[in-house]
Nanobody
Framework: QVQLVESGGGLVQPGGSLRLSCAASGAIFSINVMGWYRQAPGKERELVAAITSGGGTNYADSVKGRFTISRDNAKNTVYLQMNSLKPEDTAVYYC???????????????WGQGTQVTVSS
């Protein structure tokens, strides 16, 4: 079992920035891909960004050019740098992990508890 703990959410004005962190522990040898989902009221769950242990990345079209996912393998931690934030980015952001791309995109085996991001003036 992998445990994921997110941090870094909060309230920010439009155009501002936040950095989310996700620290993994437990059976970390079993995961190769980690990513960030978000869930906003009335909207479907969206995979925002994902990254492999080798550094390959993928982003949702809605955040390309604004968000950057990165990881520190030595610390078993994944980050999501969010710049130029918009009100529509408001959501609960969840860290997720699994062993390959397909599984992460469909039904990740491991989830964090979520952290609230609110973009409002």
């Amino acid at each position: 079992q992998v445990q994921l703990v997110e941090s870094g959410g909060g309230l920010v004005q439009p155009g501002g920035s936040l950095r989310l962190s996700c620290a993994a522990s437990g059976a970390i040898f079993s995961i190769n891909v980690m990513g960030w989902y978000r869930q906003a009221p009335g909207k479907e769950r969206e995979l925002v960004a994902a990254i492999t242990s080798g550094g390959g990345t993928n982003y949702a079209d809605s955040v390309k050019g604004r968000f950057t996912i990165s990881r520190d393998n030595a610390k078993n931690t994944v980050y999501l740098q969010m710049n130029s934030l918009k009100p529509e980015d408001t959501a609960v952001y969840y860290c997720a992990a699994d062993y390959d791309w397909d599984k992460l995109r469909s039904s990740p085996n491991s989830w964090g508890q979520g952290t609230q991001v609110t973009v409002s003036s």
